[in-house]
Each structure stands twice: as C-alpha cells, then as structure tokens.
C-alpha cells in the first residue's frame, strides 16, 4: 500500500518532505474546470512541477450542479465533466473522487429510486469520459450527515455492480466509514471492487486530540479484500489545518504514524 496525502497546491513540497508518495488534490480548487484555460495555466504548470506526483483529485462535482433532483441538466454535468478530467489527465493523475455529497444529495421529497438512477447515470458519463483519458473513478460513500444519497460500502458495491463500467470502482474512508457503523466484513466483501482509499488523520501528539480510529482494523479489513493500492490521508477531522506552522512537522507523523499501523505482509 502507497501512502498520499490530501493537500494544496502551496503543501506540495512539505508533503514530499514528509515522505509521501503522492499527492491528492482538490477538482474544484486546482483544476478548476469552470474557469477559462488561461486561469488554469498556472495551476496545471504548479502542478507538473511539483516535487511529488499528484495521482488523485477529490471534489469533483461542486454542488450547484446537480446530479440528482428535477433540476438536473445532463449536457451541463458531461460538459464539466469532459473539461474536469480531461484537466485530470493533463495534471497526470488518474483516480477521481466521486463523494461531491452536495452534488449528489436528493431534495426533500425526492424520489430516492429515482435519484440514485440520476446518480449511476452521472457515474456512467464520468466513467465514459474517463475511458478517454485513462482515468479511473472511484466512488465514495459519506457519512449521513453529508449526503443523503448513499453512505455505505455495501450500498458503494451494489453500484459497482450495477454498472459493469470498466473505468468505475469504489473507494472506502476511514472518517465516514466509522461515521456509519459498518462492520468491516462489508469492507473484505466488497472486495476487488476498491480502486481507492481515503484515511482520516489519526490523533497523535504532532496532531492533537481528536477521535482515535481504529487504523489496524480498517486496514487489515482492506489487505483481506486484496486491496494494495494507494491510502490517501485527508483532514478529517480537521486536526491537520489546526497545525499552523508545525504542519510539515505533523504531516510527517502521520506519515510514520500510518506506516505503522499497515498490516504485515508475509
């Protein structure tokens, strides 16, 4: 398992420092797919130029277009879509982050059948867009409190499933995981189907109090599925923005902190 770090474009260098393997960065904030070309010029040099790769990008659809509901435009959606990944694919990353929890949560009284049709079709037009340019999306349950769409893995699973698209898969976070309850087995059922991790940030003495998660469980639940691929750390919940100027320091012990915590290989 390779271990990353969700960061800005200013946070390339100290998380290269830190030892990570790459980088994780922001659709909305960094490719910025409703801006001109010239506007994302430099965002696009900074990003090519960074000392770490940047393999992944997370806030893919921002929340004023809509993805389930009556006031879904489909021609907009591909639109945004066709410019954020082939963006992706110019920065060199090739997973996309599907959470977008504003994006995909349901209006009061909607349908909820219907909306998650809205929402595979949306993943299906991603996912054709994405076969284009070699990228990957990954699929993210969120916690209740965040989406109102989907919010397990097994519910992530079914999707995957239902769609038998090539260039879809699912993605798994610590943070909402425990968030929802779900027993780990949901995690070694699900399988082949992950093409993705997110961690939350662990509270150590570098990061300060906060909930302590279950790091070896989670994890061992993922190496029983056959998953070996990337772990993205985030900040959730929030302790890494509150380091001020011993976020280098701190990002670098959670680096070491994960490390530990990764199950023993044979």
Request: with cysteine; glycine share 12%; hydrophobic share 45%.
């Amino acid at each position: 398992m390779r271990i990353g770090i969700c960061c800005g474009i200013g946070q390339l260098a100290d998380a290269n420092a830190a030892g990570y393997a790459y980088a994780e960065m922001a659709v909305t904030g960094v490719l910025i797919p409703e801006a001109s070309e010239a506007e994302f010029a430099p965002h696009r040099a900074a990003v090519l130029a960074s000392p770490i790769p940047v393999d992944a990008f997370n806030c893919f659809v921002p929340g004023h277009i809509k993805v389930t509901g009556p006031e879904v435009d489909r021609d907009r959606v591909r639109a945004y879509m066709e410019v954020a990944l082939r963006r992706t694919h110019e920065c060199g990353a090739s997973i996309v982050v599907f959470g977008s929890g504003g994006a995909r949560a349901m209006p009061a009284g909607f349908p909820k059948p219907k909306a998650r049709v809205q929402y595979l079709d949306a993943v299906r037009i991603a996912g054709d867009i994405g076969g284009k340019y070699g990228i990957t999306i990954v699929l993210e349950p969120l916690l209740a409190r965040a989406d109102n769409l989907f919010n397990f893995v097994s519910e992530g699973a079914a999707f995957v499933d239902a769609l038998e698209h090539p260039q879809v898969k699912l993605l798994t976070d610590l943070y909402h995981f425990e968030a929802g309850g779900e027993p780990y087995s949901a995690i070694v059922a699900a399988g082949a189907r992950f093409g993705h991790v997110h961690l939350a940030t662990p509270s150590i003495p570098e990061t300060g109090e906060g909930k302590v998660y279950d790091f070896r469980g989670f994890l061992g639940a993922l190496q029983q599925a056959g998953y070996d691929g990337r772990l993205s750390v985030e900040d959730n919940p929030g302790l890494l923005g509150k380091t001020g100027e011993d976020y280098a320091a701190a990002i670098a012990a959670v680096r070491a902190y994960v490390e530990s915590q990764l199950p023993v290989t044979a």
